[in-house]
């Protein structure tokens, strides 16, 4: 589990460089790469500006969890990739994965990218609970 903090520290400070060299040591060292490691370093690349890295990463992955679908869609999303995120959003459907924040979060990035309608559709269509707390009329 410390190995996740690595990535973590290089995708904060953003030094891709440095994140990069931890990724080959890891390879190097045949280590298991984690669904937590794996989202951590999805998380660095895409926030450090690589995104196709954070993708590979992501796509050589032998298994994945509703963390590692997070990671990379928030990735395409703070990149404006808004139509990759949706395949993304469609493939994790199609995973069986069960999507909760994600959904959310894919039509939030239609609302951002002008998609407005589609936004609403999206977000009105999500099997979600009433919270008096958050909705008011």
């Keep these: 589990m410390t190995m996740v903090g690595v990535p973590q520290a290089c995708s904060h400070l953003g030094t891709l460089q440095r994140g990069k060299w931890i990724h080959e040591q890891v390879l190097q060292a ?23 890295d954070a993708r590979r990463t992501f796509d050589g992955m032998p298994e994945r969890d509703l963390l590692c679908w997070t ?5 395409y999303g703070m990149h404006g990739l808004t139509k990759d995120a949706e395949v993304l959003f469609n493939e994790i459907v199609a995973s069986g994965v069960k999507p909760d924040g994600v ?4 039509g939030s990035m239609l609302a951002i990218a002008g998609r407005l309608d589609e936004a609403l559709e999206f977000i009105g269509n999500m099997d979600m609970k009433h919270d008096a707390g958050v909705a008011s009329n």
Excluded: V, W
């Design 71 to 75: 990671a990379i869609i928030c990735g």
């Design 30 to 52: 045949n280590m298991d790469i984690s669904i937590h490691l794996g989202a951590a370093l999805i998380t660095m690349y895409a926030r450090c500006g690589s995104i196709n």
């Design 103 to 106: 959904a959310f979060l894919h």
